[in-house]
């Protein structure tokens, strides 16, 4: 059975030795489910921990009496962070393991998380929010690392795909329910239950966790462990490749996380719960995009087709992405608009799976701190698009003029993917 783990003559992976290899690979199997499956929580806590501030923002400022442009400044202290941290978060991952990286990073943001409650001025919230994004920075190259340690090359895709999915969804669910949490509490008691969330998470982790199976994973896997080392791999033309896709793919997504919704607001005249409910549909599909994407990586991967199975699944989400903004520009009407948001989105998150599996096929043991530059590069695409809109609408004094540039920018990416090889499939060249 395809991707299903090889038990080495004698090995036991740690239970009776008269208990059933059959029964053995099943346990073993088990457990790195549910290793993806905690990944997946992480995810989620991740992005609610993100929304928490934004669904706050009213009572906050006015009980600390900031302006819009004071409550910007705060919400970027938080994006420059994370950015800046990803190639540290990444080498923790490494040298630390994922075990004690992710215990470290996400206690350090819930405590955060539950600090920002204690916030008494604008300066405190810039210092707590830049902190708790340096240390949500750790979340995506320690999932990718575990994932890496745990999983087998021919698993990682669905595994990416899940893991990133739960961010998807985490995103969907935060407005309403820290809405909820808001109504008939006080903000500041909000943060501290979103803080306790993540210390059971990372309470948990540490004591059920290790950071390698008990047994090697199969040879294919442990051969590229080595990787094709760190200096080589930051200078070679394929992580150039990687890191520009990716910035293209943060870009058209963040579109949903940033200007969207006040987009939908304006353009077509809509109430806020209306185009809040519009405004998740996008979401939710990148999320069913993610399963569909992993799911395509590893299917590819096992046919004769293994050398384009990172590749295709990235050719065919930017060229839908690019399609679905491009077409944003002709919607004459809100569900019409929605719709396209939609394609653009699930066709960006299909090659997000592809992207970390990537980085774990040219990485090997360096996985963190190269799937970290990825994500930091990625993440100055999302500080761009959030700026490019105000930008771009008031040089050319059209909306149009910022999802055409989104189009651009994936149309781009297809050109990348075609031109992005992994070590595996170089060899087999």
Known sequence: MPGRVKLPPGSNYGLPRSTPPRFQAETVNSKRYAVVLVLFFLSMITYIDRACISVAKEPIAAELHLSDAAMGFIFSAWALGYALDQIPAGWLADAAGPRVALTLVVALWSVLTALTGAAWSFASLVAIRLVLGMAEAGAFPGGARAICNWLPTGERGRANGVLFSGSRIGAAVSFPLLAWML????????????????IVWATFWLLWFRDWPAKPLPVDTARRASGSGLSKIFRSKRMALAMAQYAASNFTFFICLSWMLPYLKRQYHLGDSQAATY????????????????????RIYRSRLRVWSRRLPGIIGFTLAAGGMAAVTRAHSPGVAVVCFTLAVFGAEMTVSPSWVFCADIAGKDTGRVSGAMNMLGNVGSFVSANAFPYLQRVTGSTSTYFLTAAALNAMAIVCWFNMRSVEEERRR
């Open 183 to 198: 109504t008939g509490r006080p903000w500041r008691i909000s943060f501290l239950i979103l803080g306790a969330m993540g």
């Open 279 to 298: 405004a998740m549909a996008p979401l939710l599909a990148g999320a069913t995009s993610q399963w569909f994407a992993g799911w395509l990586v590893d």
